[in-house]
């Protein structure tokens, strides 16, 4: 088992190694973030969506509640989306964290994994009950 999971380490290393991403992207981040405005260089726009240093990612792997647009679960819906959208500023604002790219998604946005202390936001996100797992989770919202 050991040596099943030390390949899979390895294998992981290479193929990030390989995948170019944004440059400015590679390094380990400590970055105070604000809720996105008019102006989106660094910020939050939602749960599951930032601007880092320019480059827009959408957060893989998971999903949160929306709070501007396409909102199916009404009022309780853009509640629960302000609460994930908060507590990913939280997250980002009080831990040093890395980024991880994966290409793009078809609307242009850096499809990207970020993990503080090895552990992927949305995890905790969809154990906190503030998300779901994307695809194939039950969207908890509508």
């Given amino acids: 088992m050991k040596r099943q999971a030390v390949l899979s380490w390895l ?6 190694t ?8 590679a390094q380990e981040w400590r970055v105070n973030f ?11 726009v939602d749960g599951d969506t930032i601007w880092l240093e320019g480059h827009n990612l959408r957060l893989e792997s998971y999903d949160t509640p929306e709070p501007y647009n396409d909102i199916c679960g009404g009022r309780a819906e853009v509640e629960l989306a302000h609460r994930a959208s ?20 078809r609307y242009g946005r850096i499809l990207a994994t970020i993990r503080i202390g090895g552990c ?23």
């Fill in 120 to 142: 992927d936001v949305g995890d905790i996100l969809i154990d906190e009950g503030l998300a779901r797992h994307w695809p194939n989770g039950r969207e908890i919202w509508c």
């Fill in 86 to 105: 908060a507590r990913l500023r939280e997250l980002l604002n009080q831990n040093p964290f890395t980024v991880e790219t994966h290409g793009e998604d």
């Fill in 34 to 44: 604000p809720m996105c405005g008019s102006v989106r260089h660094t910020c939050i």
């Fill in 18 to 25: 390989a995948w170019p991403g944004p440059p400015a992207l």
């Fill in 11 to 16: 294998l992981c290393s290479v193929i990030m």
